[in-house]
């Protein structure tokens, strides 16, 4: 299970899917109807490929559990 809080810190989001949409994070949150929220905005393309990785990597280091994940403000 991944949280993830918001760059705004507005919101702690429980997301299903998490996409680079050019400068923005995107997550999939899934309920009775499907929809996309903006977890972040970056200065580049390359800086939200990058949290994208790290995202990946702490998922990677935490199998076994619920992961919370806030969003960097740069």
């Not at 050019?22 to 996309?36: N, P, R, V, Y």
């Not at 929220?37 to 199998?63: F, H, P």
Request: aromatic share 6%; no cysteine.
């Amino acid at each position: 299970m991944l949280w993830v809080f918001t760059q705004n810190e507005q919101s702690l989001i429980h997301v299903h899917e998490i996409t680079v949409s050019g400068k923005k994070i995107e997550g999939m949150i899934l309920g009775s109807t499907s929809w996309a929220k903006t977890l972040g905005k970056y200065d580049s393309n390359e800086r939200a490929a990058a949290i994208l990785q790290d995202i990946v990597k702490v998922i990677e280091e935490n199998q076994n559990g619920t992961i919370t994940y806030r969003m960097p403000q740069q």
